[in-house]
C-alpha cells in the first residue's frame, strides 16, 4: 500500500533562513512523488514533482526537492525563506494505481 | 481561463438535504478526481474517473454519487447531508500516471 509521513505538523523558521520540510514515502515500485502549497481559503497549488533522473528537483517560488531512495524521503527545501511562504504543504506519492495519496500536511511558519 | 473550475465555492444547507457540486476542466486531461480534506486539512481520495469511467471508489457512503457526462465534468451530488459532511471538497484533474493533479479552488460545505 501507498503512505507518506510528513512527521512536523508545524516547521517554524526566521525570514532569510533555509528551510526543510520532511516526507517519507512507502510504495511498491518507483515512485512519483510530489509537493504541493495550499494558501488559507485556497486550493492545492503544485510546487514541484519527482518522475525520474536527477534526484534533486527545482520547483516553482525557489524551492526544491531531494529524492533519496535508500531513504525513502523526499524533503522539501528553499535555501531562504520568505514570511510570504507561510502557507500548508503536502507531500504526495503515486505508486502503481491512479491514487495520488497525501501526507498530513506540514504548516510552515516564516517568521520576520 | 481557469484551469479546473468548480461551483459553488460555498454551500450552507440543512441536513437531509440533496445537494451537488459541479466541477469543469479545460484542460483536456483524461482523468478527474474528488478529494475531501476534513478540518484537520487531511486530504482523501473520494472518486476517480478516467474518460467517464469511474476508476477508484474509495470507502465513501453511497450517498455520495458521482456523475461524468463528459471527460472534462465531473459532478458530485450529495444526498441526505449529515452534519460529518461538513467539509472542502476538491475536484482535480490531471493527465497520465506521471502527471500532477490539478486542483480547483474547492467547494467548503456546511451542514447545519
Known amino acids: 500500500a501507498q503512505s507518506v509521513a510528513q512527521p512536523e505538523d508545524q516547521v517554524n523558521v526566521a525570514e532569510g533562513n533555509p528551510l526543510t520540510v520532511k516526507c517519507t514515502y512507502s510504495?511498491?515500485?518507483?515512485?512519483?512523488l510530489f509537493w504541493y502549497v495550499q494558501y488559507p481559503n485556497r486550493g492545492l497549488q503544485f510546487l514541484l514533482k519527482?518522475?525520474?533522473?536527477?534526484?534533486l528537483v527545482k520547483g516553482s517560488y525557489g524551492f526544491e526537492a531531494e529524492f533519496n531512495k535508500s531513504q525513502t524521503s523526499f524533503h522539501l527545501k528553499k535555501p531562504s525563506a520568505l514570511v510570504s511562504d507561510s502557507a500548508l504543504y503536502f507531500c504526495?506519492?503515486?505508486?502503481?494505481?491512479?491514487?495520488?495519496?497525501f501526507g498530513t500536511g506540514t504548516r510552515l511558519q516564516v517568521f520576520p | 481561463d481557469t484551469a479546473v473550475s468548480q461551483t459553488p465555492k460555498y454551500l450552507v444547507t440543512q441536513m437531509g438535504n440533496d445537494k451537488s457540486i459541479k466541477c469543469e476542466q479545460n484542460?483536456?486531461?483524461?482523468?478527474m478526481y474528488w478529494y475531501k480534506q476534513d478540518s484537520k486539512k487531511f486530504l482523501k481520495i473520494m472518486f476517480s474517473?478516467?474518460?467517464?469511467?469511474?476508476?477508484i471508489n474509495e470507502t465513501v457512503p453511497n450517498r455520495f454519487s458521482p456523475k461524468s457526462p463528459d471527460k472534462a465534468h465531473l459532478n458530485l451530488h450529495i444526498n441526505s447531508l449529515e452534519l460529518g459532511d461538513s467539509a472542502v471538497y476538491f475536484c482535480?484533474?490531471?493527465?497520465?500516471?506521471?502527471?500532477?493533479?490539478?486542483f480547483g479552488s474547492g467547494t467548503r460545505l456546511t451542514v447545519v
Open positions: 519527482y518522475i525520474t533522473g536527477d534526484n
Open positions: 510504495v511498491s515500485g518507483n515512485p512519483y
Open positions: 484542460l483536456g486531461h483524461d482523468t
Open positions: 474517473y478516467n474518460n467517464k469511467e469511474l476508476i
Open positions: 482535480a484533474s490531471s493527465q497520465g500516471q506521471a502527471g500532477g493533479y490539478t
Open positions: 504526495a506519492v503515486r505508486g502503481h494505481t491512479d491514487k495520488l495519496i
